[in-house]
Nanobody, 122 residues
Framework: QGRLVESGGGSVQAGGSLRLSCLASEYMSTTNCIGWFRQAPGQEREGVAATRTGTTDTLYTDSALGRFTISQDNVNVYLQMNNLKPDDTAMYYC?????????????????WGRGTQVTVSS
C-alpha cells in the first residue's frame, strides 16, 4: 500500500485552531480506513478520529468529539482541530489500510506517516 504524508502542524495558543492534512491519494481509489492518532512524550499512541475513504463515515474518541472534525477530498484526509488545549500537544500521525470499520481507530495499522507536531501553549 502507498505512503502517507502529514502536514499542517504547528504551535498555537490554547483556544486556537489547526488543520492537519494527510496526503493519502493512493488510498482513495478503494475504500480504506484512514485514522488520525497522536502520541505525547512518555505516553502511548492514542486514536483521535477515523474515516473510510469514499464515504461519510466518521469515528471520534471522546477527547476529539465536539472539537475535531475529520473530512476528506480526492487526495487528502483532514483533521480540523478547534478550541485546542495544552493536553492536545503531541505528534500527530495518520495511518491507513483495509480494516473493519470497528477497528479503524485501533492502532494496528501497517502503514503510518512520519507525523506532524502540534504544540499548544497555555
Amino acid at each position: 500500500q502507498g505512503r502517507l504524508v502529514e502536514s499542517g502542524g504547528g504551535s498555537v495558543q490554547a483556544g486556537g485552531s489547526l488543520r492537519l492534512s494527510c496526503l493519502a491519494s493512493e488510498y482513495m481509489s478503494t475504500t480504506n480506513c484512514i485514522g488520525w492518532f497522536r502520541q505525547a512524550p512518555g505516553q502511548e499512541r492514542e486514536g483521535v478520529a477515523a474515516t473510510r475513504t469514499g464515504t461519510t463515515d466518521t469515528l471520534y474518541t471522546d477527547s476529539a468529539l465536539g472539537r475535531f472534525t475529520i473530512s476528506q477530498d480526492n487526495v487528502n484526509v483532514y483533521l480540523q482541530m478547534n478550541n485546542l488545549k495544552p493536553d492536545d500537544t503531541a505528534m500527530y500521525y495518520c495511518a491507513g489500510g483495509k480494516r473493519t470499520w470497528r477497528s479503524c481507530l485501533s492502532s494496528e495499522y501497517n502503514v503510518w506517516g512520519r507525523g506532524t507536531q502540534v504544540t499548544v501553549s497555555s
